[in-house]
């Protein structure tokens, strides 16, 4: 990719999963040529190893990068001035045996002028900086590959260029988000019906414990959630805001049933959106969890979007999930529900949800509105996703199941718009969990 800083060349390669690889060539010189690629100190290598590319448009499972260059063929060349057509490399994102990770393979063609220097023993200072700086992260969750130094030769100098790759923990080949490898069926939690087995893979449950003061007994209630990578997951602040231990908060991915739910997932940090205020705004909150989640064809992560403009008007309809209950004042359901929701417009919306709470106010770039007809999500779907097919087959997650105001399935349920949140969760997450384009 061309652009930005005049001074960098960036190629880039992600997957829908969130796997990337980049490389940097310093100071393209012209459209046939690229000049001192040359990186004469180490300190700006951590802003290359923390900072991830943006994203491909389409699903991908394989990416190749072409560059042609050739080191100087003239110790001479005051300016370093190299065909970019004779100098070759590829970038090819392959999958390993594990699912959770990606490969990250670099060919490159050499004249006799340049030295390759290989080996953990011989990287030198730049990629001894380049390992240091991705150490902040989880071992498991991004593998060093490659780093190869070419030493350049010239008069009177020797310059060192470093090219890294760096190859993240993401779902392989099989596993990118939002697919759904147990296809849910097209039917009609409120009005809803049960879904297929492991047909929403995405879907995770929240056990919550709360310690009644001077009581003998504690307080279970449940949330929804959604797996947005291996170790991070999405769901409605106003399920956790009042959580004073990790410990007191069970996850469970890959679950059918809430009574006998299968693997469970301890929690490392809670994060409440610093702005989650009473009014529920703001009502989204990231987990993280300690060990790793393992993709199958049970339990895989949905798509996050960056985009979603008129999306009420183009799809018309989304998808609710979750155990809560099947009518006002009823019962959890033990079965995973699923409803196909309308949406509704924001002055419907706001007069609708007015009438009973006279306090609310509709934020349309950080809310969404559907429901009614006797369609809905209820107590106990808090935090679950509302997802809608993109026309390439990938599933997104548009919103947060956030809250109601009257009878399940009558009044609109609104629910916390993911793409508002795009830059917090990126931050939030170090970087691990980002918005896709469309």
């Given at each position: 990719?061309?652009?930005?800083?005049?001074?960098?060349?960036?190629?880039?390669?992600?997957?829908?999963?969130?796997?990337?690889?980049?490389?940097?060539?310093?100071?393209?010189?012209?459209?046939?040529?690229?000049?001192?690629?040359?990186?004469?100190?180490?300190?700006?290598?951590?802003?290359?190893?923390?900072?991830?590319?943006?994203?491909?448009?389409?699903?991908?499972?394989?990416?190749?990068?072409?560059?042609?260059?050739?080191?100087?063929?003239?110790?001479?060349?005051?300016?370093?001035?190299?065909?970019?057509?004779?100098?070759?490399?590829?970038?090819?994102?392959?999958?390993?045996?594990?699912?959770?990770?990606?490969?990250?393979?670099?060919?490159?063609?050499?004249?006799?002028?340049?030295?390759?220097?290989?080996?953990?023993?011989?990287?030198?200072?730049?990629?001894?900086?380049?390992?240091?700086?991705?150490?902040?992260?989880?071992?498991?969750?991004?593998?060093?590959?490659?780093?190869?130094?070419?030493?350049?030769?010239?008069?009177?100098?020797?310059?060192?260029?470093?090219?890294?790759?760096?190859?993240?923990?993401?779902?392989?080949?099989?596993?990118?988000?939002?697919?759904?490898?147990?296809?849910?069926?097209?039917?009609?939690?409120?009005?809803?019906?049960?879904?297929?087995?492991?047909?929403?893979?995405?879907?995770?449950?929240?056990?919550?414990?709360?310690?009644?003061?001077?009581?003998?007994?504690?307080?279970?209630?449940?949330?929804?959630?959604?797996?947005?990578?291996?170790?991070?997951?999405?769901?409605?602040?106003?399920?956790?805001?009042?959580?004073?231990?990790?410990?007191?908060?069970?996850?469970?991915?890959?679950?059918?049933?809430?009574?006998?739910?299968?693997?469970?997932?301890?929690?490392?940090?809670?994060?409440?959106?610093?702005?989650?205020?009473?009014?529920?705004?703001?009502?989204?909150?990231?987990?993280?969890?300690?060990?790793?989640?393992?993709?199958?064809?049970?339990?895989?992560?949905?798509?996050?979007?960056?985009?979603?403009?008129?999306?009420?008007?183009?799809?018309?309809?989304?998808w609710a999930t979750g155990w809560g209950d099947l009518k006002?004042?009823?019962?959890?359901?033990?079965?995973?529900?699923?409803?196909?929701?309308?949406?509704?417009?924001?002055?419907?919306?706001?007069?609708?949800?007015?009438?009973?709470?006279?306090?609310?106010?509709?934020?349309?770039?950080?809310?969404?509105?559907?429901?009614?007809?006797?369609?809905?999500?209820?107590?106990?779907?808090?935090?679950?996703?509302?997802?809608?097919?993109?026309?390439?087959?990938?599933?997104?997650?548009?919103?947060?199941?956030?809250?109601?105001?009257?009878?399940?399935?009558?009044?609109?349920?609104?629910?916390?718009?993911?793409?508002?949140?795009?830059?917090?969760?990126?931050?939030?997450?170090?970087?691990?969990?980002?918005?896709?384009?469309?």
């Amino acid at each position: 990719a061309f652009g930005g800083d005049p001074n960098r060349v960036t190629l880039f390669a992600e997957s829908a999963g969130g796997a990337s690889a980049s490389a940097h060539l310093f100071a393209p010189g012209s459209a046939d040529y690229f000049s001192k690629i040359i990186i004469n100190s180490g300190s700006i290598l951590a802003n290359w190893a923390t900072k991830p590319r943006y994203f491909m448009e389409e699903l991908a499972t394989k990416l190749a990068v072409n560059l042609d260059c050739t080191v100087p063929s003239s110790k001479n060349d005051k300016n370093y001035r190299i065909p970019k057509e004779d100098f070759h490399w590829v970038i090819e994102c392959m999958t390993l045996k594990s699912p959770q990770v990606i490969l990250v393979n670099a060919k490159i063609a050499l004249t006799d002028e340049a030295d390759i220097v290989t080996g953990d023993k011989s990287l030198g200072k730049q990629c001894a900086l380049l390992k240091e700086a991705t150490n902040y992260r989880k071992p498991e969750r991004i593998v060093f590959n490659i780093c190869v130094c070419l030493h350049l030769v010239a008069a009177m100098q020797i310059f060192l260029f470093v090219l890294f790759l760096v190859g993240i923990t993401v779902p392989a080949l099989g596993y990118q988000c939002g697919q759904t490898p147990i296809l849910p069926e097209d039917n009609r939690i409120v009005g809803g019906a049960a879904a297929i087995p492991h047909s929403w893979p995405w879907q995770v449950l929240f056990k919550i414990t709360t310690k009644v003061p001077g009581k003998p007994y504690d307080i279970e209630r449940t949330c929804g959630g959604s797996i947005i990578s291996n170790y991070w997951i999405l769901t409605a602040a106003h399920c956790l805001d009042d959580v004073k231990d990790v410990d007191d908060v069970e996850v469970y991915s890959g679950s059918h049933y809430a009574k006998t739910p299968t693997v469970r997932h301890y929690v490392e940090n809670i994060f409440i959106h610093p702005k989650h205020d009473e009014s529920e705004h703001n009502d989204i909150a990231l987990v993280e969890l300690k060990t790793p989640i393992k993709y199958n064809k049970h339990t895989q992560p949905i798509c996050l979007p960056s985009w979603d403009k008129d999306i009420e008007l183009s799809t018309k309809m989304a998808w609710a999930t979750g155990w809560g209950d099947l009518k006002t004042d009823g019962k959890l359901s033990d079965t995973l529900q699923q409803v196909k929701v309308p949406f509704v417009d924001m002055p419907t919306c706001s007069s609708t949800l007015f009438l009973t709470d006279p306090y609310f106010r509709f934020n349309k770039k950080l809310q969404i509105c559907a429901g009614t007809q006797g369609k809905g999500t209820c107590q106990g779907d808090s935090g679950g996703p509302l997802v809608f097919k993109t026309d390439k087959g990938a599933w997104f997650q548009l919103g947060i199941t956030s809250w109601s105001v009257k009878d399940c399935g009558s009044d609109p349920v609104v629910y916390t718009r993911v793409s508002g949140y795009c830059n917090w969760i990126y931050s939030t997450t170090g970087g691990d969990v980002g918005c896709q384009r469309k």
